[in-house]
């Protein structure tokens, strides 16, 4: 892992490994999405509406997966000092809050048919919704110690301390009686039927590549910040 604490040599790597994984995502999530919306018949109690599932699963899973990034980099920086680790924590924050929302939209859209309101304050949606919420409080705050010259150390904390909900998402529809349904793929097996399975991994895929290469483009946007703001500091020093 320290072998890529390098900034030069990790932009090395993540100058050919961006496009490649913006495009290959791109692509899977293009014929997924395509696939599922068009692709299988309607299903047999909610009709063409269950569709969206396509996009309300991944987008749920990689909300959630932004944040248990932002928590792995964050103990990465805290514990070993790895340089480049707050960097990928502000990075996953606004592709994993933009999934989140995705995910809140999509959920809204479908739950409206389905349950006759847009939205219920049940243990699933409301869990989700507060995750949205720590992603704007994570962005802010890490902007915040970015421009006062601040400590790392408090949005990584506020990173730790934010996965608490990443397991109450998980299991709210087992805790709490919820109109929201259980899980519907676990690690036993898949109460999907395949036509609907296959294109939502397909799709859990191509938002999972998609979401990879957007966060090496931040990446390596923050260190041109940084690299930049630095250089014009040793000026001014020199002058």
Sequence with gaps: MHGFANPARFLRIARWLTPALLLAGLLL???SLAW?????????????????????????????????????ASLAEMVWRHPLAA?????????????????????????????????????????????????????????????EGGSSRFPAIFGLVGAINIPIIHYSTIWWRSLHQPPSITTGGSAMAPEFLVPVL????????????????????????IQAEARLRRKAFEG
Excluded: K, N
Excluded at 37 to 61: C, D, K, M, S, Y
Excluded at 93 to 115: D, E, K, Q
């Design 87 to 147: 960097i990928a924590a502000r990075a996953a924050a606004v592709p994993g809050a933009a999934y989140t929302a995705l995910c809140l939209a999509s959920g809204s859209i479908w739950g409206r048919p389905a349950w006759g309101t847009w939205w219920v304050w049940d243990g699933r949606l409301t869990s989700m919704l507060v995750l949205l919420f720590l992603y704007f409080g994570y962005i802010a705050l890490a902007q915040a110690v970015d421009r």
């Design 202 to 225: 397909a799709a859990t895929l191509g938002f999972s590549l998609l979401f990879g290469g957007v966060v090496l483009a931040r990446m390596r946007a923050l260190l041109a910040e």
């Design 29 to 31: 999530t293009t014929a």
């Design 36 to 72: 599922g919306l068009t692709g299988f018949p309607a299903e047999r109690l909610q009709g063409e509406t269950a569709r969206i599932v396509v996009v309300h699963v991944p987008a749920a899973w990689l909300g959630m997966a932004g944040w248990l990034t932002i928590a792995v």
